[in-house]
């Protein structure tokens, strides 16, 4: 019987909570909601309020009595409670916001000392500009032509997050960028939708190779081939000596062997990957540090500079005997 109302409230949470969170988006908007609206909202909340703790309440204390925490068994409530999916989505818009914030002020998304970023923005910059402009133009359009107030108003508010998330969207792409470590590590993303850590021993090979694979964002092969594509492309191509797991930006678990992603600068990735050295300067060690003037091992003497006598080219050789 509870599996049976858990299951009911998993679809009735995809129903009732974008609707709550669209009407308080409108009140902190300022639109003026009718009364019986309001009313039979949060009786509707209060209602599946009422079924998550007659169903969660024993999964709660089962939890406590094997001896987790007050905040380890409340977090595997609601992990039982909400969908996989949705808890995904709601976090990444609120990553996606956090990335605008970033955007504004000109800053990146955690990016360690030493770690050479790489962007993938360049093939969807001019989409998502034209879907910013489109949506302006929506909004202005039926701005002008809806006649209530009241569906006017929500039109207005819905369009205008919208133009937001499109603006957060891309910011998140722009501010969480490839990333390969001064280890040779390998770090890909996609804005806040997918994030995948590849460490530098597992990579065999990498080399440039422009693809335009069939699908969506993330497209897993049954040869095991990833497929992070930007703009319906990929421009570089990762073998590796295993397989490694990595998730969907819906919840959804996987592992790939082949890793093919976009980059817009395919050459100087590829060039950090096989020569990770370069990727940031050795740190000194301290004993060096005291002594700048001892040798070290990889040292490499400096070039002799050329004398003018040098500088000339040298005389043909004679012809053979």
């Given at each position: 019987?509870?599996?049976?109302?858990?299951?009911?409230?998993?679809?009735?949470?995809?129903?009732?909570?974008?609707?709550?969170?669209?009407?308080?988006?409108?009140?902190?908007a300022?639109?003026?909601?009718?009364?019986?609206?309001?009313?039979?909202?949060?009786?509707?909340?209060?209602?599946?309020?009422?079924?998550?703790?007659?169903?969660?309440?024993?999964?709660?204390?089962?939890?406590?009595?094997?001896?987790?925490?007050?905040?380890?068994?409340?977090?595997?409530?609601?992990?039982?409670?909400?969908?996989?999916?949705?808890?995904?989505?709601?976090?990444?818009?609120?990553?996606?916001?956090?990335?605008?914030?970033?955007?504004?002020?000109?800053?990146?998304?955690?990016?360690?000392?030493?770690?050479?970023?790489?962007?993938?923005?360049?093939?969807?910059?001019?989409?998502?500009?034209?879907?910013?402009?489109?949506?302006?133009?929506?909004?202005?359009?039926?701005?002008l032509?809806?006649?209530?107030?009241?569906?006017?108003?929500?039109?207005?508010?819905?369009?205008?997050?919208?133009i937001?998330?499109?603006?957060?969207?891309?910011?998140?792409?722009?501010?969480?960028?490839?990333?390969?470590?001064?280890?040779?590590?390998?770090?890909?993303?996609?804005?806040?939708l997918?994030?995948?850590?590849?460490?530098?021993?597992?990579?065999?090979?990498?080399?440039?190779?422009?693809r335009?694979?069939?699908g969506?964002?993330?497209?897993?092969?049954?040869?095991?081939?990833?497929?992070?594509?930007?703009?319906?492309?990929?421009?570089?191509?990762?073998?590796?000596?295993?397989?490694?797991?990595?998730?969907?930006?819906?919840?959804?678990?996987?592992?790939?062997?082949?890793?093919?992603?976009?980059?817009?600068?395919?050459?100087?990735?590829?060039?950090?990957?096989?020569?990770?050295?370069?990727?940031?300067p050795?740190?000194?060690?301290?004993?060096?540090?005291?002594?700048?003037?001892?040798p070290?091992?990889?040292?490499?003497?400096?070039?002799?500079?050329?004398?003018?006598?040098?500088?000339?080219?040298?005389?043909?050789p004679?012809?053979?005997?």
């Amino acid at each position: 019987m509870r599996a049976r109302v858990a299951r009911g409230l998993r679809v009735a949470m995809w129903a009732v909570l974008p609707g709550e969170l669209a009407l308080v988006v409108c009140l902190v908007a300022g639109v003026r909601i009718p009364g019986g609206v309001l009313l039979t909202a949060e009786a509707l909340v209060v209602g599946m309020l009422a079924l998550e703790a007659y169903v969660m309440w024993p999964l709660y204390a089962a939890r406590r009595r094997a001896g987790d925490t007050r905040r380890e068994a409340g977090l595997a409530v609601v992990r039982a409670a909400v969908p996989v999916a949705l808890r995904r989505l709601i976090v990444h818009e609120f990553r996606a916001l956090h990335s605008l914030g970033l955007w504004t002020v000109r800053r990146r998304h955690r990016i360690p000392e030493g770690a050479r970023p790489f962007s993938y923005t360049e093939p969807q910059t001019g989409i998502m500009w034209a879907f910013l402009f489109v949506s302006v133009v929506e909004t202005v359009v039926l701005a002008l032509v809806i006649p209530w107030p009241l569906v006017h108003a929500i039109v207005l508010v819905v369009d205008v997050y919208g133009i937001v998330i499109i603006l957060a969207l891309h910011a998140a792409a722009v501010t969480r960028p490839h990333l390969v470590g001064a280890d040779g590590s390998l770090r890909l993303r996609y804005g806040a939708l997918f994030d995948l850590r590849v460490p530098a021993a597992a990579i065999a090979s990498a080399r440039v190779e422009r693809r335009f694979p069939d699908g969506g964002l993330v497209r897993v092969g049954e040869d095991g081939t990833l497929d992070l594509a930007v703009g319906s492309q990929t421009t570089v191509t990762v073998e590796l000596t295993g397989p490694v797991e990595f998730v969907r930006p819906l919840g959804r678990r996987g592992s790939a062997r082949t890793l093919r992603f976009h980059a817009d600068d395919p050459r100087a990735v590829v060039a950090a990957l096989t020569a990770p050295g370069l990727a940031a300067p050795p740190a000194v060690p301290p004993e060096r540090a005291a002594h700048p003037a001892l040798p070290t091992e990889d040292a490499v003497p400096p070039r002799a500079s050329l004398t003018p006598e040098r500088t000339a080219p040298s005389p043909p050789p004679a012809p053979p005997a």
